[in-house]
């Protein structure tokens, strides 16, 4: 396993809209080991094949966060969110792609998710809390939409100015 490089908004490869996967092959199961080291190792709780620069319906996510609970790593492969609840969540939010900003985001609080397992399965699931949260937050990548697009657009602004300035000088060190 490796951990892999994540992409820092702003980044044409974070607008693209992913392309789905046509079958689990060792290769993507590779792939989605290496997302889910690389999302403990940075830490997060979520990640998205884009943000590694991989244009695929891939996501992982672990929102177990009580301490000393066991892991429970998901992949999901073309995950499609099928129904949403019409009561909403706020969560504060943030993205291993935005690092150390975070934001207020109101999402339905429940969703009805169906993807692919890693050994090919169809599989569906119901997400509540952080979890719902967490998997429309990844399925949005694989549109090409980040949360701060959820934000009005001059604090939208000011995080892409923010982060245009950490990367100016990450590219220096
Ligand atoms: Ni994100």
């Known amino acids: 396993m490796s951990i892999r490089p994540i992409l820092?908004?702003?980044d044409p490869r974070l607008k693209k809209v992913a392309d789905a996967v046509d079958g689990v092959s060792p290769e993507l199961k590779k792939l989605a080991e290496d997302m889910l080291e690389t999302m403990y190792d940075a830490p997060g709780i979520g990640l998205a094949a884009p943000q590694i620069?991989?244009?695929k319906r891939l996501i992982v996510m672990d929102c177990v966060k009580e301490e000393g609970a066991a892991p429970q790593p998901m992949v999901m492969f073309n995950p499609e969110v099928k129904w949403s609840s019409e009561e909403t969540n706020v969560y504060e939010e943030g993205c291993l792609s935005i690092p150390?900003?975070?934001a207020e985001v109101t999402r339905p609080s429940e969703v009805e998710v169906h993807w692919t397992a890693l050994d090919g399965a169809a599989q569906s699931g119901k997400f509540d809390e952080?979890?719902?949260t967490c998997v429309q937050h990844e399925v949005d990548h694989l549109d090409g939409k980040l949360f701060i697009d959820y934000l009005k657009p001059l604090k939208r602004q000011m995080i892409t100015r923010k982060?245009?300035?950490l990367k100016r000088e990450r590219a220096r060190a």
Do not use: R, T
């Open 163 to 165: 982060m245009q300035k």
């Open 8 to 10: 820092i908004h702003p």
């Open 100 to 102: 150390e900003q975070y």
């Open 130 to 132: 952080l979890w719902a």
């Open 53 to 55: 620069g991989i244009s």
